[in-house]
């Protein structure tokens, strides 16, 4: 039973943004567009990446406050590049719980899926408009993390996959995704992304 719901998350190529997601993105605005006028946006379907600075729980909803990096789209992938170069901040909403110790600090990460709302904050004493995603799809490129088994060194591939909606919960997996192919949401999974 649980190879079964394992099964989409190693036999998928966590590392590949799903096609689905590429087609509708093809024509995003880019995170200064979003950022300079994100009601303009609202119901686009984007892919962003960047690093974690917080994870929260909220009633409604789980959110990753994430620091925007320009992403590296060589084979899909839409890996954040190491880079101190960003444009902003965005949040990252998720109906379903995150748990924040999977999502630590600075870790690495992809969304993807629709832009739903913008939220004031503040950053120091500026006032913020943070630009609110609804992930839809996610992937966590936990590979930079020491392994324990390796004394300090970054374990390839190390991360959290998890699928829900249509196929049931595993963790585990290939760098860790959430999302259609990891049997979650979207086009291929159990809801249709809104």
């Known amino acids: 039973m649980v190879a079964f719901f394992l099964g989409p998350l190693f036999g998928a190529r966590g590392e590949s943004v799903p096609n689905w997601y590429r087609k509708q993105a093809k024509n995003q605005p880019s995170f200064e ?28 909803a789980s959110f990753l406050q994430i ?13 954040p590049k190491r880079t101190i170069e960003s444009s902003g901040r ?4 998720s109906r379903d719980f995150l748990d924040p110790t999977n999502f630590q600090k600075e870790d690495p990460i992809t969304v993807a899926g629709r ?11 500026q006032s913020y408009r943070y630009p609110v995603i609804h ?9 930079h993390r020491p392994s324990e088994n390796q004394g300090g060194q970054a374990g390839a591939n190390s991360g959290m996959g998890m699928g829900m909606g249509g196929m049931g919960m595993g963790m585990g ?22």
Request: proline fraction near 7%.
């Open 33 to 60: 567009e979003i950022q300079a006028n994100p009601e303009a946006y609202i119901g686009q379907i984007v892919i962003l990446g960047g690093t974690i600075l917080k994870a929260e729980n909220r009633k409604s």
């Open 67 to 79: 620091v925007e990096r320009p992403l590296a789209k060589g084979w899909g992938s839409y890996r």
């Open 90 to 93: 965005f949040y990252a909403e």
């Open 115 to 125: 832009i739903v709302a913008v939220e004031p904050g503040m950053i120091g004493q």
């Open 135 to 143: 992930a839809t799809w996610l992937h966590l490129w936990a590979d």
């Open 173 to 194: 997996g290939m760098g860790g995704m959430y999302g259609p192919m990891g049997g979650m949401y979207g086009p291929m999974g159990g809801m249709l992304p809104y």
